[in-house]
């Protein structure tokens, strides 16, 4: 039987399981590790110039191709707790990332060693399996079931700590034998489908929402070919963004109180029936639930049994992977249509589209400074199908969601259950990595563009390039809409006036140093014909330089962007309404008045 340290067992896992990347800082108590690491090979590093920035690289690579698995990698006692947030980030979203982190030898864990913390108890909440391997000899098998557990029922992250006396012992192990374990997905049965399918017959005005679990099963052709079947419009959630193109004639719109479209809320105030797969009915998706239910049955498909319910009592509900339920839901709809016994929604269908031709939100200002639904217009002319992006929250995200347009799954790319701020950069480093061929576009505003702005570095140094739209009001944004509730405007303010950069006025940092500083190229705009422009120009400078390029577009300090307080029939608009084409000249479908 073979011999090695339980640290090069592990590796040699990792490569049998798939991984060919990992983001990651190194130190003393994970060097073993490390050592393993560059003796293998096989394993592409890429060094992070902060731990919790690593976690968000792994997410951004897991989440731009089915099956991929993002591993982050750290030493012991900060490096682990700096990679919560990317726990909580991956759980909150069905992510499967694999968190390595060394630790103190055994015999000092709990005796006060430097940097030797319990973070397997700490990771434990966000994690589906957090654990300390005390015995080497139990390395493969925890390793082995980690890729069981991240891949098996609704899709999450693990953590592995490792102490390095563990790391370094010998144990008896043989890669060449190495199976990963089975995967285990619920399955819908034909008799469950068929009753579902039975109370979307019945039915008058029925939607289907797509969640981000159609898009995690890989599942989106299916679900274009059910609704297409079936004639049935249907709600991205927006995880789920992407699962059916925005140009469909079957695509109703996205729904919520903030990442949502006019015409989404209203095609859905218009339904009898829901039919959601993958989804998790998240509040900033249903608002008030008097208001989302009222009027209207449901059927909710989930991987995760207890999901369903747990928001509210579907009138049915199915446990499976939302893959093996459309490949069941398509093969029914397909017999039912052979006998004619499914009905004509075309009228329905028809009557969603006409709403989105109608209902439209104006992005055609000419204001300087400059609005930023003016950024969204030229960034969809400047952006096409092929484009991955990448954001997490604010009123950037909110906004770029509800004038966007995605074609593809797996092309909006955005943090949505946890959404903290400084995921943007190193999130967008993570997909380039994953897709080195395909145009990858971040979006952040000012704030979370500062968060982890040192990530730069790392796309500098290992040549990954990308476009950021930066959209500065030296504002955070979001919170200062949200603080007209209390009538305050309260610690908010990101301005001040720059001694180096007086040109600036008081929008403060000055990003296009700081880009430029961390060896990236940066491009300030401060008028909207510049934009488009700007945007071409960010193209080629990423492909000659092969680094991110920055462009920073200045806006007005004030801006409400479209929300709800907390029902989906009462969006504040704000803005002017696009009342002519020219108005919302990018939209999907022209105006129509």
Same mark, same amino acid.
């Given at each position: 039987?073979?011999?090695?340290? @339980?640290?090069? %067992?592990?590796?040699?896992?990792?490569?049998?399981?798939? =991984?060919?990347? /990992?983001?990651? #800082? +190194? *130190?003393?108590?994970?060097?073993?590790?490390?050592?393993?690491?560059?003796?293998?090979?096989?394993?592409?590093?890429?060094?992070?110039?902060?731990?919790?920035?690593?976690?968000?690289?792994?997410?951004?690579?897991?989440?731009?191709?089915?099956?991929?698995?993002?591993?982050?990698?750290?030493?012991?006692?900060?490096?682990?707790?700096?990679?919560?947030?990317?726990?909580?980030?991956?759980?909150?979203?069905?992510?499967?990332?694999?968190?390595?982190?060394?630790?103190?030898?055994?015999?000092?864990?709990?005796?006060?060693?430097?940097?030797?913390?319990?973070? @397997?108890?700490? %990771?434990?909440?966000?994690?589906?399996?957090?654990?300390? =391997?005390?015995? /080497?000899?139990? #390395? +493969? *098998?925890?390793?082995?079931?980690?890729?069981?557990?991240?891949?098996?029922?609704?899709?999450?992250?693990?953590?592995?700590?490792?102490?390095?006396?563990?790391?370094?012992?010998?144990?008896?192990?043989?890669?060449?034998?190495?199976?990963?374990?089975?995967?285990?997905?619920?399955?819908?049965?034909?008799?469950?489908?068929?009753?579902?399918?039975?109370?979307?017959?019945?039915?008058?005005?029925?939607?289907?929402?797509?969640?981000?679990?159609?898009?995690?099963?890989?599942?989106?052709?299916?679900?274009?070919?059910?609704?297409?079947?079936?004639?049935?419009?249907?709600?991205?959630?927006?995880?789920?963004?992407?699962?059916?193109?925005?140009?469909?004639?079957?695509?109703?719109?996205?729904?919520?109180?903030?990442?949502?479209?006019?015409?989404?809320?209203?095609?859905?105030?218009?339904?009898?029936?829901?039919?959601?797969?993958?989804?998790?009915?998240?509040?900033?998706?249903?608002?008030?639930?008097?208001?989302?239910?009222?009027?209207?049955?449901?059927?909710?498909?989930?991987?995760?049994?207890?999901?369903?319910?747990?928001?509210?009592?579907?009138?049915?509900?199915?446990?499976?992977?939302?893959?093996?339920?459309?490949?069941?839901?398509?093969?029914?709809?397909?017999?039912?249509?052979?006998?004619?016994?499914?009905?004509?929604?075309?009228?329905?269908?028809?009557?969603?589209?006409?709403?989105?031709?109608?209902?439209?939100?104006?992005?055609?200002?000419?204001?300087?400074?400059?609005?930023?639904?003016?950024?969204?217009?030229?960034?969809?002319?400047?952006?096409?199908?092929?484009?991955?992006?990448?954001?997490?929250?604010?009123?950037?995200?909110?906004?770029?969601?509800?004038?966007?347009?995605?074609?593809?799954?797996?092309?909006?790319?955005?943090?949505?259950?946890?959404?903290?701020?400084?995921?943007?950069?190193?999130?967008?480093?993570?997909?380039?990595?994953?897709?080195?061929?395909?145009?990858?576009?971040?979006?952040?505003?000012?704030?979370?563009?500062?968060?982890?702005?040192?990530?730069?570095?790392?796309?500098?140094?290992?040549?990954?390039?990308?476009?950021?739209?930066?959209?500065?009001?030296?504002?955070?944004?979001?919170?200062?809409?949200?603080?007209?509730?209390?009538?305050?405007?309260?610690?908010?303010?990101?301005?001040?006036?720059?001694?180096?950069?007086?040109?600036?006025?008081?929008?403060?940092?000055?990003?296009?140093?700081?880009?430029?500083?961390?060896?990236?190229?940066?491009?300030?705009?401060?008028?909207?014909?510049?934009?488009?422009?700007?945007?071409?120009?960010?193209?080629?400078?990423?492909?000659?330089?092969?680094?991110?390029?920055?462009?920073?577009?200045?806006?007005?300090?004030?801006?409400?962007?479209?929300?709800?307080?907390?029902?989906?029939?009462?969006?504040?608009?704000?803005?002017?309404?696009?009342?002519?084409?020219?108005?919302?000249?990018?939209?999907?479908?022209?105006?129509?008045?």
């Amino acid at each position: 039987m073979p011999r090695m340290t @339980a640290a090069r %067992a592990a590796v040699e896992i990792l490569k049998r399981e798939g =991984v060919t990347n /990992a983001f990651g #800082v +190194p *130190g003393a108590a994970i060097n073993p590790f490390y050592a393993a690491l560059k003796a293998s090979g096989g394993i592409n590093h890429t060094l992070a110039r902060h731990v919790e920035g690593a976690s968000h690289m792994a997410e951004g690579y897991t989440r731009t191709h089915p099956g991929n698995i993002g591993v982050c990698i750290g030493t012991s006692g900060p490096a682990g707790t700096d990679m919560i947030t990317g726990l909580y980030s991956a759980i909150g979203d069905s992510i499967p990332i694999l968190c390595i982190t060394g630790q103190a030898p055994v015999a000092r864990i709990h005796k006060e060693d430097f940097q030797a913390v319990d973070i @397997a108890s700490i %990771a434990k909440p966000v994690t589906k399996a957090a654990t300390t =391997v005390l015995e /080497a000899a139990q #390395v +493969p *098998g925890v390793f082995q079931q980690a890729f069981h557990l991240m891949r098996s029922g609704r899709p999450g992250p693990v953590l592995i700590d490792l102490p390095i006396d563990v790391q370094l012992t010998e144990i008896e192990f043989d890669p060449e034998t190495y199976e990963p374990l089975p995967v285990y997905r619920p399955v819908a049965t034909r008799a469950q489908v068929e009753k579902a399918i039975g109370l979307l017959n019945e039915s008058e005005r029925p939607l289907i929402v797509a969640g981000g679990g159609v898009i995690n099963a890989d599942a989106t052709d299916l679900l274009v070919e059910f609704a297409e079947l079936t004639g049935t419009p249907v709600v991205p959630t927006l995880m789920g963004w992407g699962a059916i193109a925005d140009d469909h004639e079957l695509n109703a719109g996205m729904v919520g109180l903030q990442t949502s479209h006019r015409y989404g809320n209203a095609n859905f105030l218009e339904s009898d029936f829901v039919l959601g797969i993958g989804n998790r009915w998240a509040n900033r998706h249903t608002g008030s639930l008097d208001v989302y239910t009222k009027g209207r049955k449901f059927v909710h498909v989930d991987i995760e049994p207890t999901q369903i319910g747990k928001i509210f009592a579907p009138d049915y509900g199915i446990a499976s992977d939302a893959r093996a339920a459309l490949e069941l839901f398509v093969q029914v709809a397909k017999e039912l249509k052979a006998e004619g016994r499914l009905p004509d929604r075309s009228a329905w269908a028809a009557s969603t589209q006409e709403r989105r031709a109608t209902l439209q939100r104006r992005t055609h200002f000419d204001n300087v400074p400059m609005k930023p639904q003016r950024v969204y217009e030229e960034m969809n002319k400047a952006f096409g199908p092929e484009t991955r992006y990448v954001t997490t929250i604010g009123l950037s995200q909110i906004a770029g969601a509800q004038m966007l347009h995605v074609y593809k799954p797996r092309h909006w790319i955005n943090c949505g259950q946890a959404g903290p701020l400084g995921w943007t950069i190193p999130a967008a480093l993570g997909v380039a990595t994953a897709d080195p061929e395909t145009p990858v576009v971040a979006l952040s505003g000012d704030y979370d563009f500062q968060f982890m702005i040192e990530e730069l570095a790392v796309g500098a140094q290992h040549r990954i390039p990308y476009v950021h739209v930066l959209v500065n009001n030296a504002y955070l944004g979001l919170i200062r809409q949200a603080q007209r509730n209390f009538d305050i405007d309260f610690q908010v303010k990101l301005e001040f006036e720059n001694i180096n950069s007086p040109e600036l006025g008081v929008y403060g940092v000055d990003h296009v140093k700081v880009a430029e500083g961390l060896g990236c190229k940066a491009i300030r705009v401060t008028e909207p014909d510049q934009l488009l422009p700007a945007l071409e120009e960010a193209k080629k400078l990423a492909a000659e330089y092969r680094v991110p390029v920055i462009v920073e577009a200045i806006l007005e300090r004030v801006t409400n962007i479209a929300m709800a307080a907390a029902d989906i029939d009462k969006v504040n608009e704000f803005e002017e309404l696009a009342t002519e084409p020219g108005h919302a000249p990018t939209a999907i479908r022209p105006l129509t008045v």
